[in-house]
C-alpha cells in the first residue's frame, strides 16, 4: 500500500475499519470531529453503521449495547465527553465487553480550550470511573503508530474482553502525515459465544447475559477475580515502550505521545553539545512498563530523568514509582495546553547538568 | 369443571387474586404459613369457579394454575 | 377437553423478588406470554434498568443486557444496530426512565428506533427506598417530598406517553393500568401491540403502564390497586396516543 497524506482523526477512523470495526457511536466535539465525520461516510459503504448520539454519555452505552451483540464497535471524544463516559467504561469493563474508546485529548479542566493537552492521563490510566478496573491504554506519538495500533486495539479487546483505550491528543488528530494503511485481508473475528446473538433453549448457545450487578458479596468476589487475574496476564503480556537512545546516556527523559517527539529533538540538540541523553516512551500507558524505567534509569551513566508533560504532573507519578527512589526524577510541564518546545527541553537538561 | 390451583410456596399472600375473584372462590389463609413465611392464597370455593382467569392475570407471581372446561 | 392456564417457559422457573402485589411480577408475565405468543423468544433480547426490575435479567429466558441507570434505550440501540432481524425490548421504572433517562428515551423514540419500552411508572421510586419521582403525584408523599410532592417547588409530574407520542419517530405510544381486569387484558394487547410494530418495522414502540408498589405507597397490594384508580388515572388518562 502506498503512502497516503492523511489527518490522524481520519487515518484512525480507516485504520479502525480495517481492523474490523463496523460499528461506531460518537458526537461532535472539537478536535476528533472528523472521526465521527469520516465514519459516517465510510461505514455504510462497508457495510456497518454510524451513528451519531444524543450525547457522549448514550454513545458509550450504545457502544455496550453493540459490544455486548459481539460487534467490533468503537467511540471517540475530547476529553469533556471522555468524562461523559466514565460509567459507562466502568460498566462495560465489568460486564467484560470489547470496545475502543479514542481519546484526542483537549486542554482542560473543564472546557479548557481545543488545543492538545495530556490532562487526561490519570482519567485514563487509573480509572476515571467508579470501582477498581482497568483498560488497556496506548499512547501513540504518530499518526503512523495510532494506524497501526489500531488493529493491536481491537484484538487485544476481543482477547481480554476490556475496553481499549487510544489516549491521543488533538495534535495527533488534526496534524496530517504520510501514513501506510495496510489493506485488511480477510478478518478472522474470533468467536463470541459470550454474546447476545439469539438464545434458543436448549439449544448450543447459552443464554447471554451482559451485566455488571453483583449483589452477593461472593458473587462480586468471583467477578473481580475473574478480571484481576485477566489483568496480571496483561500485566505480563501486553507492556510496549520505546527506550531511545537510552544505553549510557547521561540524563533519560521520560514522556508519552506527541512530548515524546519533541523531546528526541531535544536529545538531537544535546547530543550536539556532547551531552548524551535518552527518551523512555511508555507505548502502553496501562499496562505500565515499570521494569523498562527502572533498568533505564538504573543504569550507572544516569544521573537524573526529566518526565516532559502537557500536564501539571500525571505521568511523573508512575516514573517516580518505577524508579522506586534510584534516580532523581525531575518535572516539567504544566496545566492546560502549553506544549514544550524542544529547546526549553534542552534548557532544562543543561540547567540540571550545571546544578 | 374448572380447576384452581395455588402454587403455594410461590404465593406472597399479597390478596390480589383474592381482590379480583368475581365469585369468592379464593381467600388469604389464616391458619398455616408457606415456605416464605406469608399467609398463602388458598382455594376455598372451588367449586364457584367460572375458569376466568382473572386470579392468574394479576398474580404478580404467577403462583396460581387454572384448568379450565 | 380442558386447557391449563399456567406459567410460560419464557418466564424463567425463579421466584421474583418483588414486593408482594407489586406490578412488575404481572407486566414480567406479560411480555414473556407476549414473546411466546409472537414466537419471538430465540431472536429476542431484553434491557433491564436500574430500579427495582434491575434483576430482571434473571427473569426471562432470552438474552439480556443489565444497562446503567436511564440508559437503556442506548444500549437497545446498540443491540438493535448489529442485529436489525432481531428483537429488542427495554424494561424500565419512572427513575430510570422519566428522570435520569429522558435523554436516552426521547432520542430513541426521535431517531425512531426499532424497538420496544415497557414502562412501569408507579410514581416513585421504590429500589431505593420510596423516594420522589418525576411521575410522583402533587400532594403525594414520600421519602422526598415527606409533606407532599409541592408543584411551586419542584412543579408537576411529566406526563411520558403524552410527551413521546408527539415525537415523528415513535409508532406506537399508549398508557395503560393493572387495576382491572379489563386493564390488565388491554395491558397485555397493547404489549403485544407494540411488539407486532416493532416486527413490522414501524419505529419507536413503548406501553407506558400504571402499576401499585404498595411498600411505598404504605397501601395494601388492594388498597394500591384502587388508589391507581382513584388518584393516578385521573391524572394519567389510559389509551393509545400514537399508532401508525
Known sequence: MAKKLMKGCEAIAEAAIQAGCRYFFGYPITPQNDIPEYMSLRLPQVGGCFLQAESELAAINMVYGAGGAGARVMTSSSSPGISLKQEGISTIAAAEIPCVVVNMMRGGPGLGNIQASQGDYFQAVKGGGHGDYHAIVYAPASIQETVDMMQKAFDKADEYRTPVIILADGLIGQMMEPVELKEAKDLQLPEKPWAATGYTPGGKKPRSVLNSLYIETEDLDELVDRLFERYAVIEKNEKMVECYNTEGAEYILCAYGTVARICKAAIRILGEQGIKCGLVRPITLWPFPSEAVHEALAQESVKEALTVEVSAGQLVEDIRLAANGIKPVQFMGKAGSRIPSAEEIAERILEMKRG | ?69 | MSTVIKKTPVLRDVHLHYCPGCGHGIVHRMVSEVIEELGIQGKCAGVAPVGCAVFAYNYFEIDMYEAAHGRAPAVATGFKRVHPDHYIFTYQGDGDLASIGTAEIVHAAHRGEKITTIFINNAIYGMTGGQMAPTTLVGQKTTTSPLGRDKDHCGEPIRMAEMLSTINGSAFIARTALNTTPNLIKTKAAIKKAFETQMAGKGFSMVEILSPCPTNWGKAPAESMEWIGEAMIPYYPLGTFKEV
Open chain 2, 1 to 69: 369443571m374448572n380447576k384452581v390451583t395455588i402454587l403455594e410456596d410461590w404465593c406472597k399472600g399479597c390478596g390480589l387474586c383474592v381482590r379480583i375473584c368475581p365469585k369468592a372462590v379464593l381467600a388469604i389463609s389464616t391458619t398455616h404459613l408457606n415456605k416464605k413465611g406469608y399467609y398463602p392464597a388458598e382455594v376455598v370455593a372451588p367449586e364457584a369457579c367460572i375458569g376466568c382467569a382473572g386470579c392468574f392475570r394479576t398474580c404478580p407471581d404467577t403462583a396460581i394454575e387454572i384448568e379450565k372446561e
